[in-house]
Structure formats: structure tokens, C-alpha cells
């Protein structure tokens, strides 16, 4: 578990260093080829260093706004705060937050930089189809994360990405509708901002892709079969957990209006955007996920 | 003169796994006192609970005295326990009491239909859910401090500055422990 910990903060120190010389190296490239020097070079790495303190500071904050959680207090869910304020017990840390996502898919996530700022959210679906025992081994699950610092890089990884993926689009549009106003313009050529903004939205392009994978990589799959034993060990009730994920497997066609692939890797399970989505081959060897039938396998196997 | 930086470097090093030993165990001294404290908060917030239950069980049922005053007398035995091994005992007698006093309220569909009663029904199995995982990270704790009092090297340094082993806290499990039928009630 402390190697856990250990690599966990590694690896968010080196998603954070990444992200500033990606932006870096865009504002580098910007400097050369407006030949304004480094100004663009130190104001991408402004932009970059914002970003990484906000992810780690306001990433909760970030994540549970855009998936449009809300806090609950005791009176209004005893049943989940008294079962989260159990296990924080039995963890060993402060209770973390509680939220409430209004979502008909049951899914849970935990976010947070450490277990003293940290909250675990559950869908409205999730309450109204888990009994006591069932979601007891989802909370402690969650729990997990949070006492593994998974929940730190996956907040990393979910602000940044987030950010990233804004940023490019924002870039992409500009050149789209700057280069057609352009050329209605007639006399407004390749000037040196449409030059900036072609090779910006190149860049963020070409990177797009690589940056999911990055993601794909930091998030390694084994973690949710370690968060599912450590569950376990928390409870100390296998059946409770397995119970609940057999029937978030069978509720798997509920869509989610909330997901998005900057959020994705953060839920329990993988959320599905379009009624009825299966996964085919290709789509689970990239999924965020390892299958749910092989998490239920190998809880039942303890 | 080699010979002299070798035995005070091994000397050193000694030292400072020494430290390292003596920290560890301060600090799993201080869990299980930590431990302890999240039993004890758990517990007293059970006791706080009892009354109004009791209150809400006799508003529907104020004939089966005899559960009622077997909850109290338990209560009040809980409260004045001063050993780890005493308290586990009386918890034991409150449970089983507590159990009795909800398995009276089953014969009685309005209270168990009344929103008060669902109410502290919840507040009492969150409680007592509480009261075991605190009792199993208390027990976790105690389990690795006495591993390391007894163990070599720790042993040594355990016995020097006086750590002693602690008690375990072995009650019952209020949630998934075996159900007691009371044959002598109807």
C-alpha cells in the first residue's frame, strides 16, 4: 500500500511536469514562429503552472462541479452518511465529503488531493438500487482510492486533461471560423496569428491522442482489482461488493448525461454516453476499465 | 584508525535504526489510542441513543417492561466499565439487550411503520456498524503494537522505555454475529 502511495505521488508530480513542458514547448514553438521570442515560451508556462496548482488545489472542486454533484448532509442520506463515516473509521481517516450525483446509472467516484481534502460522490441510481451491505462494499471501494492516492492522480489527470482538451478545441475553432472569415475578407492572408493558431491546433492535435493514452497509462487497470481486494479487506465482506457490482453490470445500458472522457477513468465503472453501448474488443483493449465480469471473478475467488 | 570510523559507523547506524524503532512504536501507541477513542466516541453515541429509543419503543408498547429495564440496567453497567475487558462484556450484555428490544418492536407493525422509529432504526445500525469498524481498526492496531512489543529487534527498545501489550476488544459482531432467539418471549 505505501509503494501505492509512493507511485501514485510520482506519478502525479510527473503528469503535472509533463503538462508544463507540453505547454511549454507550444508556447516555444508559438515564439519561433511569430518571431516574438520568449514571451509566448514564458506565458505558456504560466498558463501550464495555473493549471497544475488549480488541478491540485480546485481539482475536486473542478470534477464534482462537472458532474454536477451535490453535498448532502446527514439528514438528508443517514443511511450513506452513517455507512462512509464507518468505514473512514475503519480506515483510519476523516470522513471524507459527501455528494450525491443525479444520475440513474449507479456509479460512485472519490476525489480529493489527500485523505484530510478528500469527498466520495455516489449516483442517485446507486442509493436507490444497493441495500446496506451492497453499498458498503462501493463506499469502501472508493475508500480505497482514496486511502491509495488514486484519487489524487485521477483528479490530476481529469483537470488536466479536461483543460487540455479545452484549450485545442478552443484552438481548433478559432482557426476554423478565423480562417473562413478570412478568406471572405479577401485581403486578410496568412497573417502571423493564423499561422499561430494552425500550429497550436496542429499540435494539440496530433497530441490529443497521445495524451489519452498518457492517461490510459497513469490510470493502470490493475488499480481498480487492487481497490476491490482493499475494499474487501475493509468490510471484510467480499459478497457485499460483488453483489453490488453484478448489479451495476446489469444496469451497465443506463446512460450517463454527465460522462465525458476527461472523467471517465474517475467512476467505479466505466459510464456509458449512449443508451444500450456495449464494448467491443477494440474498445475494451483502450477502456479505462478492466471488465466487471472479471472484478466479480476475482472478488468471488478471495 | 580505519578500524575506529568502522565501529563508529556501525555505532551510528545502530543509533539511528534505533530512533527509527522507537518512533514506530510511539506511533502505533498512539493509533491504538486513537483507536481506543473512536471506539469510545462510538459507543457513547450509542448510549445517547438508547433513552430515546426505549421512549419511542414504550410510546407503542409500554407493557414489556421487563425488556426495557434489562436495556437500562446493560446501559448503565456499559457506562461504568473501566477495563478494555469489562467494557467488551457489558457491550456484549447491551447488544444482546438492544436485540431483544428490537426483535419486541417486530410484534408492533405501527411502530415499526412510525418515521421516529425508522429513523433511530438507521441511527442505530449506522452505530453500531461504526462501533465495529472502529473495533476492528482498534483491534489492527493493537494486533501490530504488540507484534512489534514482542518481536526482535523492537522488543529490546519496547522493554527499555516501557510499552506494554494491549488488550484486545473482543465483542460479539453487533452486525454479522449470530442471531439470538429469546425462547422465554413470546
Same mark, same amino acid.
Given at each position: 500500500m505505501y509503494e501505492q502511495i509512493a507511485s501514485n505521488k510520482r506519478k502525479s508530480v510527473v503528469l503535472v511536469l509533463g503538462a508544463i513542458l507540453l505547454l511549454g514547448a507550444v508556447g516555444y514553438a508559438i515564439g519561433l514562429i511569430t518571431q516574438q521570442g520568449p514571451a509566448w515560451l514564458i506565458f505558456g508556462l504560466a498558463i501550464a503552472v495555473a493549471m497544475s496548482a488549480g488541478s491540485y488545489f480546485y481539482g475536486d472542486r473542478i470534477v464534482l462541479a462537472s458532474t454536477r454533484a451535490r453535498a448532502v448532509t446527514p439528514e438528508q442520506e443517514p443511511r450513506l452518511h452513517n455507512i462512509v463515516e464507518g468505514l473512514a473509521i475503519a480506515a483510519g481517516i476523516p470522513k471524507p465529503r459527501v455528494y450525491v450525483v443525479p444520475e440513474q446509472a449507479p456509479n460512485a467516484y472519490a476525489t480529493g488531493r489527500d485523505p484530510e481534502h478528500s469527498s466520495i460522490a455516489v449516483t442517485q441510481g446507486l442509493l436507490d438500487a444497493m441495500n446496506r451491505v451492497e453499498l458498503e462494499?462501493?463506499?469502501?471501494? /472508493? @475508500?480505497?482510492?482514496?486511502?491509495?492516492?488514486? @484519487?489524487?492522480?485521477?483528479?490530476?489527470?481529469?483537470?488536466?486533461?479536461?483543460?487540455?482538451?479545452?484549450?485545442?478545441?478552443?484552438?481548433?475553432?478559432?482557426?476554423?471560423? %478565423? !480562417?473562413?472569415? !478570412?478568406?471572405?475578407?479577401?485581403?486578410? !492572408?496568412?497573417?502571423?496569428? /493564423?499561422?499561430?493558431?494552425? *500550429?497550436?491546433?496542429?499540435?494539440?492535435?496530433?497530441? *490529443?491522442?497521445?495524451?489519452?493514452?498518457?492517461?490510459?497509462?497513469?490510470?493502470?487497470?490493475?488499480?481498480?482489482?487492487?481497490?476491490?481486494?482493499? %475494499? *474487501?479487506?475493509?468490510?471484510?465482506?467480499?459478497? %457485499?461488493?460483488?453483489?453490488?457490482?453484478?448489479?451495476?453490470?446489469?444496469?451497465?445500458?443506463?446512460? @450517463?448525461?454527465?460522462?465525458?472522457?476527461?472523467?471517465?477513468?474517475?467512476?467505479?465503472?466505466?459510464?456509458?454516453?449512449?443508451? %444500450?453501448?456495449?464494448? !467491443?474488443?477494440?474498445?475494451?483493449?483502450?477502456?479505462?476499465?478492466?471488465?466487471? /465480469?472479471?472484478?466479480?471473478?476475482?472478488?468471488? /475467488?478471495? | 584508525m580505519t578500524a575506529v570510523w568502522i565501529s563508529l559507523a556501525v555505532v551510528g547506524l545502530v543509533l539511528l535504526y534505533s530512533i527509527y524503532l522507537f518512533n514506530r512504536l510511539v506511533s502505533l501507541r498512539n493509533r491504538v489510542d486513537n483507536g481506543w477513542s473512536q471506539i469510545d466516541v462510538q459507543l457513547r453515541r450509542r448510549y445517547d441513543l438508547i433513552p430515546n429509543l426505549v421512549e419511542t419503543v414504550k410510546g407503542y408498547a409500554a407493557h414489556e417492561r421487563e425488556v426495557f429495564e434489562h436495556v437500562a440496567e446493560a446501559r448503565s453497567r456499559a457506562i461504568g466499565a473501566t477495563t478494555v475487558g469489562d467494557q467488551a462484556q457489558a457491550e456484549n450484555q447491551l447488544t444482546a439487550g438492544l436485540r431483544r428490544l428490537m426483535a419486541v418492536a417486530e410484534n408492533y407493525p405501527e411502530l415499526k411503520a412510525s418515521q421516529n422509529f425508522l429513523a433511530l432504526q438507521e441511527e442505530l445500525t449506522g452505530t453500531e456498524s461504526r462501533i465495529a469498524y472502529a473495533r476492528q481498526f482498534y483491534n489492527d492496531q493493537v494486533m501490530l503494537l504488540n507484534t512489534r512489543i514482542q518481536a526482535v529487534p523492537s522488543n529490546v527498545l519496547a522493554k527499555a522505555f516501557g510499552f506494554t501489550p494491549r488488550e484486545f476488544f473482543d465483542i460479539e459482531d453487533p452486525i454479522r454475529g449470530p442471531v439470538q432467539v429469546d425462547l422465554t418471549h413470546p
Open positions: 462494499g462501493v463506499v469502501a471501494h /472508493e @475508500m480505497s482510492h482514496i486511502l491509495d492516492r488514486d @484519487m489524487l492522480v485521477g483528479t490530476i489527470v481529469a483537470t488536466l486533461v479536461g483543460a487540455v482538451v479545452l484549450i485545442s478545441e478552443f484552438f481548433m475553432r478559432a482557426l476554423w471560423w %478565423g !480562417g473562413v472569415g !478570412g478568406r471572405r475578407g479577401n485581403d486578410r !492572408g496568412g497573417g502571423p496569428a /493564423e499561422a499561430v493558431l494552425f *500550429a497550436v491546433g496542429l499540435v494539440l492535435l496530433i497530441l *490529443a491522442p497521445i495524451v489519452g493514452q498518457v492517461v490510459r497509462f497513469a490510470m493502470s487497470r490493475q488499480r481498480e482489482y487492487l481497490a476491490d481486494a482493499q %475494499g *474487501a479487506m475493509l468490510t471484510r465482506y467480499p459478497p %457485499g461488493l460483488t453483489a453490488a457490482l453484478k448489479k451495476i453490470a446489469a444496469a451497465s445500458s443506463i446512460p @450517463m448525461r454527465s460522462a465525458n472522457n476527461a472523467t471517465a477513468h474517475l467512476w467505479l465503472n466505466q459510464p456509458s454516453r449512449i443508451q %444500450g453501448e456495449r464494448m !467491443g474488443p477494440l474498445e475494451r483493449l483502450f477502456s479505462t476499465h478492466p471488465p466487471i /465480469e472479471d472484478r466479480i471473478r476475482r472478488l468471488e /475467488e478471495m | -
